[in-house]
C-alpha cells in the first residue's frame, strides 16, 4: 500500500511538472511573443489579462500537487538529509523553483503584481511586456535546469 501511494505521488509529481513548467514555456516562448505583436497598449493588456486569468487557476492547482506530492516523496524516502549534500543541487533547485513560483502565484501576484503590472502596462506597455517576458525567461531557465537536473540525479547521474 505505502509504496503504491509513492508511485502515485510520483505520477502525480511529473503530470504536474509537465502542466505547469510546460505552461511557463507556452506563456514565455508563444504567448508573450505574440501579444508584444499587438500593437494596441490596451488591448495587448486585456488579451494578457483574459488568458492569465485562465491559466492562473490551473498553475495554482498543479504547483499545489506538486508540492504536496514532492514533500511526499522525501517523506517516504527519508530522503531529507539529501538537503545536505551538494550532489543533489538538482533538489534544492527544484525546490527553489517551487517556493518562488508559489510565492509568486499566492502572495506576490493577488497582492502586488497584478496592480503594479497592470499600472506599468498602463504607463508604458512595451517597457512592461519587455520586463515580463524576460522574468519568465528567467524563471523557465531555471525551471529547465530543475527538470533536466532532477530526471539525471533521479537516475544515479
Known sequence: MDNDLFVIARALHVTGVV?????????????IPNLRKISDPENRLNA?????????????????????????????????????????????????????FTIVLFVLEPLVLHRWFRKQATKD????????????????TFSMLAILGAVAGAHGF
Open 19 to 31: 502542466i505547469w513548467i510546460g505552461g511557463v514555456s507556452f506563456v514565455t516562448t508563444v504567448l
Open 48 to 100: 494578457f489579462e483574459s488568458i492569465e486569468r485562465r491559466f492562473a487557476m490551473q498553475a495554482k492547482f498543479v504547483t499545489l500537487v506538486t508540492g504536496l506530492s514532492g514533500f511526499y516523496m522525501l517523506h517516504f524516502l527519508g530522503a531529507w538529509e539529501r538537503y545536505q549534500y551538494v550532489q543533489f543541487w538538482w533538489l534544492h533547485l527544484m525546490t527553489f523553483v517551487w517556493i518562488v
Open 125 to 140: 506597455s512595451e517597457n512592461a511586456f519587455v520586463w515580463l517576458h524576460r522574468m519568465h525567461k528567467v524563471l523557465l
